[in-house]
């Protein structure tokens, strides 16, 4: 009774489950007393020890609810808010849903919905928490609008204001109080030409946002389609901009924190028509209404009656009207196109929560199955003697004589499948001699009968080239327009590497006449080192020496800066950017990428110690 002001039965069966020490605890008197938090966190405890039933918290808040002022009940719920947790446990949940429900609804029926906005939003989430998602109870399953949310505005035209000039002259002398607007702070007239017409066809759209059932009305459709025209007609020609937007407005709500006041219902004045015409927080409520009435209309409702149905002009009107709005909100400053794409996401959300419920609102909780049968454990079944055979000599059977006699010509099959004899990949010398011969121009053969431009044969080659050639897998810059062009480059590194290729164009021309100098290689006797190649392992070993300075040696190998920079994007190591430079200059050179010609290039560029090492090697 000290605690809530009032003596109940349901509040003295509570206390007299308490023994008498533990009242005194929790029940002292109003001077001394401890807080309701204190008093219903003992309450809670004696429920946990089994002291009282699990039904006497809620009974207590209940009462105490009711009795206090909402200023304070605004207080007691959000001791109810935190122990949310407590609540849903398996010991509270059972007991006291039903309590909590009813304590909720007592107190929405209280407050107002226009000044206990923030409060009414609490409880609201709070019963969302509360129960599950799927908690029908809690869902609006066969779309009921609210009919009562009725808009109150003037529709006697011979009361309207609207049209007639009040001109006010301020008298001299007179001083402008505070929260009055000056001459220069007054709003500038509306361009919109606003009549008793436009404000009543206006407001009249609200009813059909409250039941839009009307709308599959024949009459009342056209009605509103003439309506919703003459609206989105002064919308799109009287635009809004930043100047417009009150910037000063906007300032001062960020620098509050965002806080700022909330109109649950619609001012439906005369005297306010044209500021709210200029507001974007009204025009975002309007075209807003219109996307959600939208929606509906075209949705498949499961409580929909079988004439609530659009004709193909209802469709082609509102497709075409949803566009229009949507671009009106992108225009609608500040942050439009963010404001627009965001409604967008929230309706289509809101689509497949629609889909959820017409699908009768299934758990989103999914158990798995349990099989009631038991399964009885599986056993081998064990082969017969004739199919494994007996014996160090034993013949396994395959069904026919062919697969029996293939199967059993050796006992350890997979170390068959590893002999020589399977070896069918040819060597490189083999499979490339003709290539190679054909590749030199003494033998004259035309570039069409080359067996290289074969792309059979070009797709073997690739594959014996990237098992058996180490060329494959060099990096070059070197870009080749076909398959052919490719292979003829990689021949012509063949041709160098194979001494046992048994074609006379390639050898080192020793017993050949070289009078008429048609022979495919040079006498190497003259000069032993001028045709000398660099190999990948010296490109290795002066790439690593090069380091950094690579771009030194650039511009004395004649490098282009297109090819620079592509050697630079290609890698991020200044060792791998050397090798794809020495790489791009043989690629380039060919046979003139001699180790003469490097060693030059590298006395030239400074690196003399480089190419000594070089030049004995």
Same mark, same amino acid.
């Given at each position: 009774?000290?605690?809530?002001?009032?003596?109940?039965?349901?509040?003295?069966?509570?206390?007299?489950?308490? %023994?008498?020490?533990?009242?005194?605890?929790?029940?002292? %008197?109003?001077?001394?007393?401890?807080?309701?938090?204190?008093?219903?966190?003992?309450?809670?405890?004696?429920?946990?020890?089994? *002291?009282?039933?699990?039904?006497?918290?809620?009974?207590?808040?209940?009462?105490?609810?009711? !009795?206090?002022?909402?200023?304070? !009940?605004?207080? *007691?719920?959000?001791?109810?808010?935190?122990?949310?947790?407590?609540?849903?446990?398996?010991?509270?949940?059972?007991?006291?849903?039903?309590?909590?429900?009813?304590?909720?609804?007592?107190?929405?029926?209280?407050?107002?919905?226009?000044?206990?906005?923030?409060?009414?939003?609490?409880?609201?989430?709070?019963?969302?928490?509360?129960?599950?998602?799927?908690?029908?109870?809690?869902?609006?399953?066969?779309?009921?609008?609210?009919?009562?949310?009725?808009?109150?505005?003037?529709?006697?035209?011979?009361?309207?204001?609207?049209?007639?000039?009040?001109?006010?002259?301020?008298?001299?002398?007179?001083?402008?109080?505070?929260?009055?607007?000056?001459?220069?702070?007054?709003?500038?007239?509306?361009?919109?030409?606003?009549?008793? #017409?436009?404000?009543?066809?206006?407001?009249?759209?609200?009813?059909?946002?409250?039941?839009?059932?009307? !709308?599959?009305?024949?009459?009342?459709?056209?009605?509103?389609?003439?309506?919703?025209?003459?609206?989105?007609?002064?919308?799109?020609?009287?635009?809004?901009?930043?100047?417009?937007?009150?910037?000063?407005?906007?300032?001062?709500?960020?620098?509050?924190?965002?806080?700022?006041?909330?109109?649950?219902?619609?001012?439906?004045?005369?005297?306010?028509?044209?500021?709210?015409?200029?507001?974007?927080?009204?025009?975002?409520?309007?075209?807003?209404?219109?996307?959600?009435?939208?929606?509906?209309?075209?949705?498949?409702?499961?409580?929909?009656?079988?004439?609530?149905?659009?004709?193909?002009?209802?469709?082609?009107? *509102?497709?075409?009207?949803?566009?229009?709005?949507?671009?009106?909100?992108?225009?609608?400053?500040?942050?439009?196109?963010?404001?627009?794409?965001?409604?967008?996401?929230?309706?289509?959300?809101?689509?497949?929560?629609?889909?959820?419920?017409?699908?009768?609102?299934?758990?989103?909780?999914?158990?798995?199955?349990?099989?009631?049968?038991?399964?009885?454990?599986?056993?081998?079944?064990?082969?017969?003697?004739?199919?494994?055979?007996?014996?160090?000599?034993?013949?396994?059977?395959?069904?026919?004589?062919?697969?029996?006699?293939?199967?059993?010509?050796?006992?350890?099959?997979?170390?068959? !499948?590893?002999?020589?004899?399977?070896?069918?990949?040819?060597?490189?010398?083999?499979?490339?001699?003709?290539?190679?011969?054909?590749?030199?121009?003494?033998?004259?053969?035309?570039?069409?009968?080359?067996?290289?431009?074969?792309?059979?044969?070009?797709?073997?080659?690739?594959?014996?080239?990237?098992?058996?050639?180490?060329?494959?897998?060099?990096?070059?810059?070197?870009?080749?327009?076909?398959?052919?062009?490719?292979?003829?480059?990689?021949?012509?590194?063949?041709?160098?590497?194979?001494?046992?290729?048994?074609?006379?164009?390639?050898?080192?021309?020793?017993?050949?006449?070289?009078?008429?100098?048609? #022979?495919?290689?040079?006498?190497?006797?003259?000069?032993?080192?001028?045709?000398?190649?660099?190999?990948?392992?010296?490109?290795?070993?002066?790439?690593?020496?090069?380091?950094?300075?690579?771009?030194?040696?650039?511009?004395?190998?004649?490098?282009?800066?297109?090819?620079?920079?592509?050697?630079?994007?290609?890698?991020?190591?200044?060792?791998?950017?050397?090798?794809?430079?020495?790489?791009?200059?043989?690629?380039?050179?060919?046979?003139?990428?001699?180790?003469?010609?490097?060693?030059?290039?590298?006395?030239?560029?400074?690196?003399?110690?480089?190419?000594?090492?070089?030049?004995?090697?």
């Amino acid at each position: 009774q000290a605690l809530v002001g009032k003596t109940s039965k349901p509040l003295i069966h509570a206390f007299n489950q308490f %023994p008498g020490n533990l009242l005194e605890q929790v029940f002292l %008197p109003r001077t001394k007393c401890k807080t309701c938090d204190q008093a219903f966190a003992v309450l809670l405890n004696s429920l946990r020890v089994g *002291i009282c039933s699990a039904t006497t918290p809620f009974l207590l808040l209940g009462d105490v609810l009711d !009795c206090l002022p909402l200023d304070q !009940c605004d207080k *007691i719920f959000s001791f109810v808010e935190e122990n949310v947790s407590t609540w849903k446990s398996n010991s509270f949940y059972t007991a006291g849903k039903n309590y909590l429900l009813r304590m909720c609804n007592d107190l929405l029926r209280r407050l107002s919905k226009s000044q206990n906005t923030v409060f009414c939003g609490r409880i609201q989430l709070f019963l969302a928490r509360l129960f599950p998602l799927s908690e029908k109870s809690g869902l609006n399953l066969q779309s009921q609008f609210n009919l009562e949310n009725i808009t109150v505005f003037n529709k006697n035209e011979q009361e309207s204001t609207l049209g007639q000039k009040h001109t006010e002259e301020k008298e001299d002398g007179m001083e402008v109080e505070e929260g009055e607007m000056g001459e220069d702070e007054a709003p500038a007239p509306c361009s919109i030409p606003i009549d008793y #017409n436009l404000y009543r066809k206006f407001w009249t759209l609200q009813d059909y946002f409250r039941n839009p059932v009307q !709308c599959y009305d024949k009459f009342c459709w056209m009605t509103f389609l003439k309506f919703s025209d003459e609206t989105l007609a002064v919308f799109k020609s009287y635009k809004l901009d930043d100047m417009q937007a009150s910037k000063r407005k906007l300032e001062e709500m960020r620098a509050s924190g965002g806080e700022h006041v909330y109109f649950a219902k619609f001012l439906t004045s005369e005297k306010l028509m044209d500021l709210q015409l200029s507001d974007s927080n009204f025009r975002r409520h309007i075209l807003l209404q219109y996307l959600i009435l939208f929606q509906y209309l075209k949705g498949q409702v499961k409580f929909k009656s079988s004439n609530c149905v659009l004709n193909d002009d209802q469709t082609t009107w *509102i497709e075409e009207t949803t566009k229009l709005v949507y671009q009106l909100l992108r225009e609608i400053p500040p942050d439009g196109d963010q404001f627009a794409t965001m409604v967008e996401h929230i309706l289509n959300t809101e689509e497949s929560w629609n889909s959820w419920k017409n699908e009768g609102c299934s758990s989103f909780v999914k158990e798995r199955p349990v099989d009631d049968k038991p399964k009885r454990p599986t056993r081998k079944r064990q082969a017969p003697e004739d199919f494994l055979g007996k014996g160090p000599d034993r013949k396994i059977f395959m069904g026919n004589d062919e697969l029996t006699r293939l199967w059993n010509l050796n006992q350890d099959n997979m170390e068959a !499948c590893k002999s020589d004899s399977r070896e069918f990949m040819p060597s490189l010398d083999e499979f490339f001699a003709e290539a190679i011969e054909q590749a030199d121009p003494a033998n004259m053969v035309e570039e069409e009968y080359k067996v290289v431009r074969n792309p059979n044969y070009g797709w073997r080659a690739l594959r014996l080239l990237s098992r058996r050639s180490p060329h494959f897998f060099q990096p070059t810059n070197q870009k080749f327009k076909s398959l052919a062009d490719y292979l003829d480059s990689m021949v012509s590194k063949l041709a160098k590497e194979l001494p046992d290729i048994p074609s006379e164009e390639i050898k080192t021309g020793e017993d050949d006449d070289d009078d008429n100098g048609d #022979n495919l290689l040079k006498d190497s006797n003259d000069s032993e080192f001028e045709y000398k190649m660099v190999t990948n392992q010296q490109m290795d070993d002066i790439a690593a020496k090069l380091g950094t300075q690579w771009k030194m040696l650039a511009s004395h190998l004649e490098m282009k800066a297109a090819e620079l920079r592509e050697i630079e994007t290609d890698s991020e190591d200044v060792d791998m950017q050397a090798k794809l430079l020495l790489v791009a200059w043989q690629d380039r050179e060919g046979s003139q990428a001699t180790v003469e010609s490097l060693v030059t290039a590298l006395n030239a560029a400074g690196f003399s110690q480089i190419a000594d090492n070089l030049n004995e090697a």
